[in-house]
């Protein structure tokens, strides 16, 4: 068994409060594996700008017995990067609807100035984004920060947060619609809590989930985005694993409006700024003729985006050697180029 967040322990009858047995100074995120008594787990600890720790802790008084891995020289090299520790912020959009976020700066940071936005979505219901765990994008992210960008994640209702049945159930019957407004909403809450958000100036990018909310925001917002990277997106959801569309978003026959307007395809003719797609010709998750859809649909009406794909290469584009690093400073010079980087005097 492995429960994230923190671990507490309470009596099956309630008689008492949970309590605590995570240790109230280790912020962040708690992995455990516990021996089959219970009274052992290996307990790995992380937090957003700190590396993990994985220790034998004895239970429930969570003594450590042995650290089994500190990361020592990761964390060493990590310090030396992270010249602003990563910020937690609300979005209250109305509603009652309060959206979590990260913020990333960049290392020569001026409040006095304002800054371009580049945006990390995911957004749909299989996962989430705004933890405060170590995580080697969120060091991707912290190196774009330092090139003059505001790095900024949002968590929109219908990811696994532990906010409660309904903010799970919101988006139902559909994905990518209900995700692709209150993002928009929160670029605007950002920009009126913050006075160095420039909002004449943001991107977006995301993989797989998010690339498909990416699709949707260039296309549906064209007055909020300026800029996208969608990464093996899925702009023809009723193509996609069934598996996975039919537990958020029943079936095509049973869901035939939901189907239609979660399809970013169906809503092309909105872009207006600058779209990079990135694809593998291998794919076995996000089939090929998913994305290349979209590409012909785009071609028909005329638009102007850009188009990348690497020969052979799934869902993760981790196939060849220099794959990884390849895509990654694609982005990057994408960004650069259509999103310039730095400040603005402040206004």
């Known amino acids: 068994m492995r429960p994230s967040g923190y671990l507490y322990r309470v009596r099956l009858d309630g008689s008492e409060a949970p309590e605590r047995v995570t240790p109230e100074d280790q912020p962040g995120t708690h992995f455990y594996d516990f021996s089959p008594d219970l009274r052992w787990a290996f307990h790995t600890w992380s937090t957003f700008d700190t590396p993990p720790v994985t220790a034998l802790v004895s239970l429930p008084d969570h003594r450590v017995v042995r650290v089994l891995e500190d990361n020592a020289e990761v964390r060493r090299r990590a310090e030396a990067t992270t010249s602003h520790p990563t910020e937690f912020l609300e979005l209250d959009i109305g509603d009652g609807v309060v959206m979590d976020a990260w913020l990333i700066k960049p290392r020569d940071f001026d409040a006095g100035a304002k ?36 790095v900024v994640s949002i968590e929109n209702r219908g990811t696994p947060a532990p906010k409660g049945a309904d903010w799970r159930r919101a988006p139902f019957p559909t994905i990518g619609v209900q995700s692709t407004e209150e993002h928009a909403a929160g670029v605007r809450e950002l920009g009126r809590m913050l006075p160095y958000v420039d909002v004449s100036r943001v991107g977006i990018w995301g993989w797989s989930g998010g690339g498909s909310n990416t699709l949707n925001s260039l296309f549906r917002r064209p007055d909020v985005y300026h800029v996208g990277i969608a990464v093996v997106p899925k702009p023809q959801p009723h193509l996609y694993n069934a598996w996975f569309q039919e537990i958020y978003m029943e079936t095509l026959e049973t869901n035939p409006e939901g189907y239609r307007v979660s399809a970013p395809i169906n809503y092309a003719e909105g872009l207006e700024g600058d779209l990079l797609i990135i694809h593998g010709t291998g794919e ?13 649909r785009l071609v028909e009406l005329g638009k102007t985006f850009d188009y990348m794909t690497y020969p052979n290469r799934n869902h993760g584009l981790s196939e060849g050697e220099g794959t990884a690093l390849h895509v990654r400073m694609l982005m990057v010079r994408y960004l650069l180029e259509h999103l310039p980087a730095g400040p603005k005097a402040g206004g």
């Not at 936005?117 to 996962?127: A, M, T």
């Not at 076995?284 to 012909?296: A, C, K, M, R, W």
């Open 284 to 296: 076995t998750n996000t089939h090929l003729e998913i994305v290349e859809g979209l590409v012909d």
């Open 115 to 150: 800054y371009p936005v580049f945006i990390y979505v995911y957004g749909e219901p299989h996962g989430q984004t705004v933890l405060d765990r170590w995580s080697t994008r969120n060091n991707y992210h912290r190196a774009i920060a330092d090139l003059g960008y505001l």
